[in-house]
C-alpha cells in the first residue's frame, strides 16, 4: 500500500502544450487574489525575459511564501505559466496535490532517491516552449542573514541538457510576511515584495560538452553569484564573500533548524 500511495502522490503532470489552459486559469483565479491580500508585488527588469520560449528562471529561497510571489510574478506580470519544481511531500495533501499537478508543477522527493521520472517531466515543458522556476538552493537558505547559500546542481543539469538559457531573479520582504521557519503570519496588501531580473547568465564555457563534477558545481556557483549579486542590489548590502555551506556549518540540508544552532 506504501508503494501504491507514493507513487500516486508522484504522478507526472501531463504536459500541455499551451502555456495557458483552463486549469491553470481556474487555479490563479483562486490564488491571485489571495496573493495580492497577503503583500505587493513590485518587479523590475522584466524586459530582460523572453516573452516566448523556453528556459530556466532560478531565485533565491528566504522563507515559505517565496513560491506565491514567484508564480504571481510569473503568471500574472511576465503572463507565462509558472512551473515549478516542487518537494513531493506537498503532492500527499488531498486536493492540494491533484491542485499542483494539474497546474503543471512537478514534484520531486529527497532521501538520496532518484528522480529520473520529474526530469524529464521538466524537459518536455521545456521542450514544449514553457519556462521551468527553480530554487537552487533545494530549501530555505540557512545562512544567517538570509544572503543565498550554496546551490545544487539540478537547475544547471537542467539547461545545459536542453541547452536552454538560465535567468537570475531576486527577490526581497517576503521574510515580513512569513519569517524564515517562524509561524508567525503578518500579511499585508501594503507590504512590498521586491523582485528583480538580471541578465542571462553566461554558461557558455560549460555548454556543448560532457561536464565533469567539478564542471558543474562551477557552473552551479556561477549561477548562484548572480543571484547573490541581486540580492545585493535590493537590500543595498554586501553578502559575505563565501557562499553559505550547511554541512561545514553542522546543519541539515532538509527541514527545519534554528538560527541559534548556526555556526
Aim: proline share 6%; with cysteine.
Amino acid at each position: 500500500m506504501a508503494i501504491k500511495a507514493k507513487s500516486e502522490y508522484l504522478k507526472m503532470p501531463k504536459i500541455n502544450p499551451r502555456e495557458h489552459h483552463f486549469v491553470l486559469a481556474l487555479v490563479a483565479s483562486v490564488l491571485i487574489p489571495a496573493v495580492r491580500l497577503l503583500f505587493k508585488t513590485r518587479a523590475t527588469g522584466v524586459e530582460k525575459l523572453p516573452k516566448k520560449g523556453a528556459y530556466v528562471l532560478v531565485s533565491n529561497h528566504v522563507t515559505n511564501v517565496d513560491a506565491l510571489a514567484v508564480a504571481y510574478f510569473v503568471y500574472v506580470i511576465l503572463k507565462r505559466a509558472p512551473h515549478f519544481l516542487a518537494k513531493g511531500s506537498l503532492f500527499k495533501i488531498p486536493f492540494i496535490g491533484t491542485c499542483l499537478r494539474a497546474a503543471g508543477q512537478i514534484p520531486v522527493y529527497r532521501g538520496g532517491q532518484r528522480n529520473d521520472e520529474q526530469l524529464r517531466a521538466a524537459h518536455a515543458f521545456l521542450d514544449a516552449g514553457h519556462t521551468i522556476t527553480i530554487f537552487p538552493e533545494g530549501t530555505l537558505t540557512r545562512e544567517p542573514d538570509l544572503w543565498p547559500m550554496r546551490g545544487k546542481t539540478g537547475a544547471v543539469r537542467l539547461a545545459l541538457e536542453t541547452n536552454v538559457p538560465v535567468y537570475p531573479i531576486a527577490h526581497w520582504g517576503s521574510q515580513q510576511i512569513l519569517p524564515q521557519y517562524g509561524s508567525k503570519f503578518r500579511p499585508g496588501f501594503w507590504k512590498p515584495v521586491d523582485i528583480v531580473v538580471g541578465d542571462e547568465i553566461d554558461l557558455s564555457r560549460f555548454r556543448g560538452k560532457k561536464l565533469t563534477s567539478v564542471e558543474v558545481h562551477e557552473a552551479t556557483e556561477v549561477v548562484m553569484s548572480e543571484i547573490t549579486r541581486l540580492v545585493e542590489r535590493l537590500r543595498g548590502q554586501i553578502a559575505p564573500r563565501e557562499l553559505w555551506d550547511p554541512i561545514r556549518a553542522g546543519q541539515t540540508e532538509t527541514g527545519n533548524f534554528n538560527k541559534k544552532d548556526a555556526k
